[in-house]
């Protein structure tokens, strides 16, 4: 039995529907929802449907943009030979808070998982293999998360690069700057070793 009124549940249905939101969070963003004043609650709603109908995928590297081109495909100043490819839209933001990396992005909006039914045909790994075909890229950096799906995809996508003689490279792993090794686990170690670099 529902103690709060159909239109309620229906909003904290929809926000418990959202990644990382259980059932408590859900109703407080729907209570504060309902204390917003008309106007704000409104804007809020309006910001979503505008997001939703105007953020598309660039045509190039399937970042979001809401025009033809992402602004880093369109910037003059990115070496476009070199490829960082990243999982998730929010990694590009991660890698350019670095301020280090002047090459170009390519999203796959996902990683394989054959567990959740994650195929090569369910990520944008085709548009990437359209770009080393015809782009003169020189480099493609696997960015992929450093866990079982992430692995698998920057493995399989290496392998299908081989036949365009691209360098492919992946981002080093290693201890933490400003930890301990004491507190490092074995496979972080291991990685650390197998990744070294000459000083």
Do not use: W
Request: aromatic content about 6%; hydrophobic content about 40%; proline content about 5%.
């Amino acid at each position: 039995m529902s103690f709060f009124p159909a239109s309620l549940e229906n909003l904290i249905d929809k926000f418990a529907s959202l990644p990382g939101i259980g059932r408590k969070s859900a109703q407080r963003l729907a209570f504060y929802v309902l204390g917003l004043p008309e106007s704000e609650a409104r804007d809020f709603a309006a910001a979503i449907v505008d997001a939703k109908s105007s953020v598309h995928c660039c045509k190039v590297c399937q970042n979001l943009t809401e025009g033809e081109l992402c602004s880093i495909c369109a910037s003059d100043r990115r070496d476009k030979g070199t490829i960082c490819v990243v999982s998730e839209p929010r990694d590009v933001l991660s890698i350019e808070r670095g301020h280090e990396y002047n090459g170009t992005y390519h999203v796959l909006h996902g990683a394989l998982s054959p567990m959740s039914h994650v195929g090569p045909d369910d990520i944008k790994i085709k548009e990437l293999l359209v770009r080393a075909a015809e782009d003169d890229v020189e480099e493609v950096i696997m960015a992929t998360n450093p866990d079982t799906e992430g692995e698998a995809t920057a493995m399989y996508i290496s392998r299908l690069l081989k036949p365009f003689n691209i360098k492919v490279t992946r981002l080093a792993y290693g201890i933490p700057v400003g930890s301990n090794l004491e507190f490092a686990d074995d496979a972080t170690l291991n990685r650390a070793l197998e990744g070294r670099t000459e000083m």
